[in-house]
């Protein structure tokens, strides 16, 4: 798959260059080759007119560039002196006075809090950023990358841009990834903006200082989530209205976790029958928990579920789905199926020792076979036999047998999660057609996704999820687009 | 690689490719007899007369083929605790303080017995005190796995330690035989014990754990509870997913675990040697997890492995007796043999998951 192409990109020093794009738009990978986790097929880096190759992230710091990668690389159960002095060669002792030093000194020049003493894992996400970027500082680095820094706050935004902007006053070149606008409009002096991989935007310091704030968003709002230019790409009118009747009645389920993609705040949504309802949101906002709770996977901390009027909160997840209620992991190998069993055994995964494929318990390997046989042929599915170990098939084939395993004759509401997440555009049309017949059989399909040009061509009406919240639901429509992308990116 | 190029690159490589699967094997073995043999040779004995001594005894003559035969049955049992557990992807290694707990049981249970019960129902209820004994010991480092998440291997090796220290207490305390010096259970009268097999010295211990291998291997293979314990040893994610009840499935496969290897221990007392000493511990667990490995977790496979195993065992007991040598010497070739063949499987593997 092309995860770049042939992408330009300048950074400055002396400037916070911002770079935007939804998930998948190639920002992990640019970061990758930056960093000296992985090579360019093509095209070539240079620092200050010198053509270099990071080969590994221990090459790509010696040559200047510092990563404050997206998940924190500090060691919890040591403090921050202590993982500071972790960059020195293996045979120095550490000399904590003389860190914890350093660490003074980066911080009062930049302005940052740095508990030298405190143990990593005590610290706040914010702190621990702070650190991550002192750490990056004190290697002398010239560039500073930093992938998706998060800001759980807008003021934690507001300081993060601050530091950002002093980085780049004192000469470094800083390269801001990330997909919320908010955050990216506050720190940037340059933006690029990336989507499927191409550099569809770019920005200069001066054009941006002379477009005020709205425009600005507007832009890049447009350049990242394909503005009225850019064609839908599967051109599906949206369906014929579905009928009133509700096949599943959410009403203030919300489920408590320890993070912020563990946990849904009260979510209320209605699912008609042979409706599809698609959430979008950017990954990580609790799409994960919504699904898990409505499938009966995790346990809901309040709120009710009804299936056809009647209640279903009580209900673990073989209650559901004997019920009707199905679900498609986004995790086809690790979770939607047994890779080691074949494909019959994980046709039949969901109804162990249930007839005809079990009689009192024990199995009928004949009948299970013909199952499995008959799901290959009804979807199409790519394999030599029924026996083939599932994780022996294409990711398209593994979706389209879990999509045959979930559509029998019992199925009410169906429940995807990022269900063409990783597949090849053919395998995801495919997916997607066959998802569509279902429910135009009557089907309540909730389609979770990050992929919004997936839920604007298969959705009828659209919920925007962020931070564990429905904030909106929108008609699919002709402004759709526009609509969900700012409340996405949290600019309503 | 794609699809085509496999299928191309195929009828050439079949061919290598049994060469070495037989090559890989045979080397490991040449390789174990090899250091067993410098081992005998630096503490002073022929290897020859040694492997001599132990095929004879152990495999040649008939009362060695004999005592390997009835030595199987306990660590047929174990095999078959053990196989429960890993198959459901649970490390039960507290089987040798279930074993032992229910030998310790069914040596209390069966003496006291024999005078008022047919021995049919003496055996029967000496089992299923033992076993039921056994599922005990597991019950608690199963429900911590299940509910609090704690690693079953370590609290199951610590309930091992308890065990035998709760065992030690139990014969010395209450199940003390007045009548002999050492301190052990009340002896069950040889009368009393299970039968021998036919005109044999075998132990009708052994058709018992035969019996109750080839049923855990159908129930594994063919019912929904086997299926249902194999998807949750392979996934929990996918078990959880599928609708399975996963804690209540992993105490289940826990306590079957120990109640089998409860089994052990009583077809030992019930069918050998009829009371437990103080400080006995066979630890035969720790010896047939590797052998039911190699054997893939496959019941039946195991039944070969433990039958060349506990062939060896004689032998070298015998050996060792013959020829002077610690009968230790013989875990130097079982334990270079076993870690050989484990590196071939691996390496078969990954060669395997490279190719895929």
């Keep these: 798959m092309l995860a770049l192409d042939r992408v330009d990109l300048t950074v400055h020093p002396g400037e916070v260059h911002v770079l935007l794009g939804e998930n998948g738009a190639g920002k992990s990978t640019l970061v990758a080759l930056l960093s000296g986790l992985r090579a360019p097929d093509g095209g070539e880096i240079r620092i200050a007119g010198r053509p270099v190759r990071p080969a590994s992230p221990g090459h790509a710091r010696r040559l200047g560039i510092a990563t404050v990668f997206q998940h924190p690389r500090l060691v919890p159960t040591l403090t921050v002196a202590e993982n500071l002095a972790l960059d020195g060669p293996w045979w120095r002792p550490i000399d904590r006075a003389k860190t914890a030093a350093a660490i003074g000194a980066v911080g009062a020049r930049y302005g940052l809090a740095l508990p030298a003493e405190a143990r990593a894992g005590d610290l706040t996400p914010d702190q621990r950023q702070q650190v991550e970027i002192a750490r990056a500082l004190s290697r002398g680095s010239r560039i500073l990358l930093l992938d998706e820094p998060a800001a759980a706050t807008p003021d934690a935004a507001a300081s993060l841009a601050r530091l950002t902007g002093r980085l780049a006053a004192d000469g470094l070149a800083v390269l801001f990834i990330t997909h919320k606008l908010a955050d990216a409009r506050q720190a940037g002096d340059r933006f690029t903006v990336l989507r499927a991989g191409r550099r569809v935007d770019h920005i200069a310091p001066a054009d941006a200082r002379a477009l005020d704030p709205a425009a600005l968003e507007a832009r890049l709002i447009a350049a990242m989530f394909g503005g009225a230019d850019a064609a839908q790409p599967t051109g599906q009118a949206p369906r014929a209205p579905a009928s009133p009747r ?142 083939t170990p599932v994780d022996r098939l294409s990711g398209g084939n593994i979706q389209r047998l879990l999509l045959a395993r979930e559509l029998d004759s019992a199925v009410r509401v169906l429940v995807c999660h990022k269900p063409t997440h990783g597949l090849d555009v053919l395998s995801a049309a495919d997916f997607r057609r066959r998802l569509r017949a279902a429910a135009g059989n009557g089907v309540g399909v909730l389609l979770i996704s990050g992929d919004l040009d997936e839920v604007l061509a298969l959705a009828d009406r659209i919920a925007v999820l962020v931070a564990g919240r429905i904030v909106a639901t929108v008609a699919n429509g002709a402004d759709a687009r526009t609509r969900i992308g700012r409340l996405m990116a949290g600019t309503p | 690689m794609t699809g085509d190029e496999m299928l191309a690159a195929e009828p050439a490589r079949r061919g290598a490719r049994l060469a070495r699967a037989g090559a890989g ?332």
Aim: aromatic fraction near 6%.
């Design chain 2, 25 to 356: 094997p045979l080397a490991v073995l040449g390789l174990a007899l090899a250091v067993s043999a410098t081992t005998l040779l630096a503490v002073g004995v022929d290897p020859l007369a040694y492997a001599g001594t132990v095929l004879d005894r152990g495999f040649a003559s008939t009362l060695g083929l004999q005592a390997a035969a009835t030595r199987m049955a306990p660590l047929l049992l174990l095999a078959a605790a053990l196989i429960v557990a890993f198959r459901a992807g649970l490390w039960n290694l507290g089987i040798d303080g279930q074993f032992l707990l229910g030998a310790v049981g069914a040596a209390a249970l069966a003496p006291a017995l024999a005078g008022t019960l047919p021995v049919w129902a003496m055996w029967i209820a000496g089992f299923a005190v033992a076993g039921a004994i056994g599922a005990a010991w597991a019950l608690l480092p199963a429900l911590l796995r299940a509910h609090q998440g704690v690693n079953e291997i370590v609290s199951s090796l610590m309930m091992t330690f308890l065990g035998l220290s709760l065992a030690n207490a139990l014969i010395k305390l209450v199940f003390l035989d007045p009548a002999t010096t050492v301190p052990q259970t009340a002896t069950l009268a040889v009368a009393d014990r299970l039968p021998r097999l036919f005109d044999t010295t075998i132990s009708g211990g052994l058709v018992v754990a035969l019996a109750v291998l080839v049923a855990m291997h159908l129930a594994m293979v063919r019912t929904a509870f086997g299926l249902r314990l194999r998807t949750l040893g392979a996934s929990p994610r996918a078990a959880h997913h599928a609708g399975l009840d996963v804690p209540r499935l992993t105490v289940v496969a826990f306590c079957l675990s120990g109640g089998l290897a409860g089994l052990a221990g009583a077809v030992t007392i019930l069918g050998v040697h009829g009371t437990v000493q103080a400080d006995w511990n066979p630890a035969y667990g720790l010896a047939v997890i590797p052998l039911v490995f190699l054997a893939r977790l496959n019941g039946l496979a195991a039944v070969a492995l433990v039958f060349a195993y506990a062939g060896v065992l004689i032998g070298s007991e015998s050996a060792a007796r013959r020829l002077g040598v610690p009968a230790d010497i013989t875990l130097v070739l079982v334990a270079s043999l076993l870690i050989g063949l484990a590196l071939v499987d691996h390496l078969g593997r990954r060669r395997r998951d490279d190719g895929a």
């Design chain 1, 246 to 387: 509700p096949v599943l009645e959410v009403d203030g389920l919300s489920v408590s976790g320890a993070g912020r993609r563990d946990r849904i705040d009260p979510v209320t949504f209605t699912l008609g029958a042979g409706e599809i309802l698609g959430i979008a949101g950017i990954d990580g906002n609790g799409q994960a928990p919504l699904a898990e709770a409505v499938a009966g996977q995790r346990p809901a901390t309040g709120g009710r579920l009804r299936l056809d009027g009647v209640d279903i909160t009580g209900l673990g997840v073989a209650g559901r789905h004997r019920r009707g209620v199905r679900c498609i992991s986004d995790d086809r190998l690790a979770e939607g199926a047994v890779g080691a069993f074949p494909i019959a055994l994980n046709a039949v995964l969901k109804a162990i020792g249930r007839p005809p494929w079990w009689r009192g318990g024990i199995d009928r390997p004949a009948a299970i076979r013909a199952r499995g046989r008959a799901l290959i042929a009804a979807y199409a599915i790519r394999a030599p036999g029924p026996d």
